[in-house]
Structures are given as structure tokens and as C-alpha cells.
């Protein structure tokens, strides 16, 4: 596994070999010589390059343990295997735990262990409801796992929250491709027969298509707002082709928000600010005590990086930077996504009403407006001659 931005992998970063980090040196020679990853090895616009792939959801956690767990015990073990074969080995028997509904069966059995009660939940869309907005669910799950996890997340009566229901809709599939039709079930879940003319409150529907139901409802472009928690399988798609507006659940946004607003991060990040301006202003200077502080700044300021980068994580630190860059991942959230949150419950801290602006960040050639004044977006900081007094 390798971190990577700007099709660079991120030095410190890589464990392609089990649960064991990779030498920077290993690394460079495994990719030809560099950093650098060509982008058609890279991705494709759903994420799946020839040769490399994204892990982009939080399916891809168990998955990458796994592929790591069982290539460190085959190398522990000394067991000879083809990388190839071993991750479509692992891929496909993920894959049939999933669609052959056995994930499905144990989380069912245990659904206080797997599944939040979503008091918060509840409040969101009966809020919505009583607003008069209209609430739909498309899902890759079937009918009865939907109905017990929403039965147990937000009560009985959740479907009388929703407009339309649809479950197995084989995301991303249902956003591109017009052939499989809608089809109805009764409320134990058994397939109907009928042609759907139109889409029903209070009923449910399998599989179909975002063009057939685009004709049915009439709900298109920027009036409809839509949370998923893949960017690939749920946001792309709608907002490229489509022109919905689009929001990304983000769990681990919970933790990173908690983490940059300690005071250790705060006064981290704005030392280091301080001590790029210094080095960027005081390369001019040749004399050998100049180099010398100069050499002792970058060391100082490396160590803080790397000090920042492991409060997230001390594997691959933050999901949203590496290093003072966005990463892959954030990159895509910022794309796919009009607003992203750690849960839908954070609408409640707004008025149905409110509108959220971008935010200004300083592009290249603005920088020289932005690096007296350091702006760590957690506090007030203080301009560059005062940074000394902070140590």
C-alpha cells in the first residue's frame, strides 16, 4: 500500500509487503527509478487502474487488512505466490461474502453490535419530512437487510419517511446504464410482475435505472441533494452527468477535526508555517553560519512535519493531506462532492435554509499575499516577526 498525490508515492509511506513498511530505497527501485506513477497505471474514472487500486470507502479497510494479514503470513511462512492471483483470490472471496448475502446474515444477528441506534438519524429526516421535502433511498442492499437496519436505526415506521425506496440498484451501474427497468416488491420482498408506469410512496422497488426514475419523478439537476459515503459508487456520476448536488459522508472526519483543533496541532502547524517563510526568505544568504542555520530549519521543520503528520495516524497520517498536499482521496471528495460532513446528523446544527459558501484558498502566485499572515484555519495567528516568540 502507498500513499500517493500528484501521481507521487509518498516517501515513509508504503507497506506493499504485508504489515512491514517498505524502504524509501525499495520503493523508488519498484517503480522504474521514481516517485512518479504514471496515470494510466493509476486510475481510470472509477478508481481502477490496470495496475493499481484505489481504496476509496470503508469496504476497503477489512479488505486491505486482509490482502496485508495474508501476504505477511505467506511471506512469514515462506509460501511462494503470484500478487495477482492472490488478490483476485481475496477480491472474489470478499466479493461472494457480500453477494451471496453472508455479511448480511451475521450483521443481522447481531445488529447492536454492528449497527448505531440513529436517534440523530431519525431527527434528520423527520425534520426534512415535516419541511416538505421529498426523501428518497437507493441502496445496493436487499430488502430485508434495509428494513431490519432501519427498523433498528430509526423505529417501525421509517419507510413512512421515504418518498421511494429502491434496494439492489447495482451502484454505480444504476446512474449509467438505461436497460434494467424498476420492478416492484410486496412487503415480504417477493418480486412483482407489473410494469412501473410510476413510482409510489410507501412502496418498493429493485434494481431499475437514475433515467427512468429521473422521468418518473421529475426531480433533476441542482433541486435534488444526494449523501452517499462512496465517491465513486454514489457521488461521480451525479454530479458530472447528472448536475445534482451532492454530499459525501465522511466518518473519519469526526476524529481529524478533534485532532487539528488541539493545541499541539495548532502550535505545530503554525511553527512550521513560520519556519518555511524563514527558510523561502533567508535562502539569499551564502555565508557558511547562514547555511548552517539554514540546514538546522529544514531538519527542524522536517521533524515537525513528520510530528504532525503522525497525530492522525502513525502509518499513513491524515486521509486528507500528506504532508502540506491534499491527498488522492481529497482531491476526488472535493470534486465529487458539494459539502462532506462526518454524518448526516451535522445538518442539524443548520436552518433548512442555510447556504454554505466555498471557501478562498490562496492558489501559487497568491502565496506572497498569504505568507506573512499564517492562516492555519483554527485560530488567529500572529504575523511572522511575532513567530519567534512562540517557540
Request: charged share 25%; net charge neutral.
Amino acid at each position: 500500500w502507498a500513499r500517493w498525490t500528484f501521481g507521487l508515492t509518498q516517501y515513509g509511506r508504503s507497506y506493499v509487503i504485508g504489515l512491514k513498511p517498505v524502504p524509501d530505497e525499495e520503493v523508488i527501485e519498484l517503480y522504474g527509478g521514481t516517485q512518479h506513477i504514471p496515470l494510466y497505471q493509476m486510475s481510470d474514472f472509477y478508481g481502477k487502474g490496470p495496475s493499481i487500486k484505489q481504496f476509496m470507502d470503508i469496504f476497503s479497510l477489512p479488505e486491505m487488512t486482509l490482502l496485508s494479514s495474508v501476504i505477511d503470513y505467506f511471506i512469514n511462512h515462506g509460501i511462494e505466490f503470484d500478487q495477482v492471483h492472490l488478490y483476485k483470490d481475496i477480491s472474489d472471496a470478499i466479493k461472494d461474502v457480500h453477494v451471496k448475502g453472508m455479511m448480511y446474515k451475521w450483521i443481522e444477528k447481531d445488529m447492536e453490535k454492528y449497527i448505531l441506534h440513529g436517534d440523530e438519524t431519525y431527527a434528520v429526516l423527520n425534520r426534512l419530512v415535516n419541511l416538505n421535502k421529498k426523501l428518497f433511498l437507493i441502496t445496493n442492499s436487499p430488502f430485508s437487510f434495509v428494513d431490519k437496519g432501519m427498523k433498528h436505526m430509526v423505529g417501525k415506521n421509517w419507510r413512512d419517511l421515504f418518498d421511494m425506496v429502491i434496494v439492489q440498484a447495482d451502484k454505480p451501474t444504476f446512474f449509467t446504464d438505461r436497460r434494467k427497468p424498476f420492478r416492484k416488491l410486496d412487503d415480504k420482498g417477493s418480486l412483482q410482475w407489473d410494469k412501473i408506469n410510476k413510482l409510489e410512496k410507501g412502496k418498493i422497488y429493485k434494481q431499475g435505472n437514475l433515467f427512468d426514475f429521473l422521468r418518473l419523478t421529475g426531480w433533476r439537476g441542482s433541486k435534488v441533494l444526494y449523501f452517499g459515503d462512496h465517491l465513486y459508487s454514489d457521488l461521480a456520476d451525479l454530479m458530472l452527468r447528472h448536475g445534482w448536488r451532492t454530499g459525501a459522508i465522511v466518518p473519519e472526519l469526526e476524529p481529524e477535526i478533534r485532532i487539528i483543533n488541539t493545541e499541539q496541532y495548532m502550535h505545530s502547524l503554525t511553527w512550521q508555517q513560520a519556519l518555511t517563510g524563514l527558510l523561502e526568505r533567508m535562502q539569499m544568504y551564502q555565508d557558511a553560519e547562514s547555511k548552517q542555520v539554514l540546514l538546522e530549519w529544514m531538519q527542524e521543520r522536517q521533524e515537525i512535519r513528520s510530528l504532525t503528520k503522525n497525530l492522525f495516524n502513525p502509518q499513513f497520517g491524515s486521509i486528507f493531506r500528506t504532508f502540506h498536499n491534499p491527498t488522492y482521496f481529497s482531491r476526488r471528495l472535493i470534486r465529487f462532492s458539494d459539502i462532506y460532513m462526518a454524518s448526516i446528523s451535522c445538518l442539524l446544527n443548520y436552518d433548512v435554509n442555510f447556504t454554505f459558501f466555498p471557501r478562498r484558498t490562496p492558489l501559487q502566485h497568491e502565496a506572497p499575499l498569504w505568507m506573512d499572515q499564517l492562516c492555519t484555519g483554527c485560530m488567529k495567528t500572529p504575523f511572522l516577526e511575532e513567530m519567534v516568540h512562540i517557540r
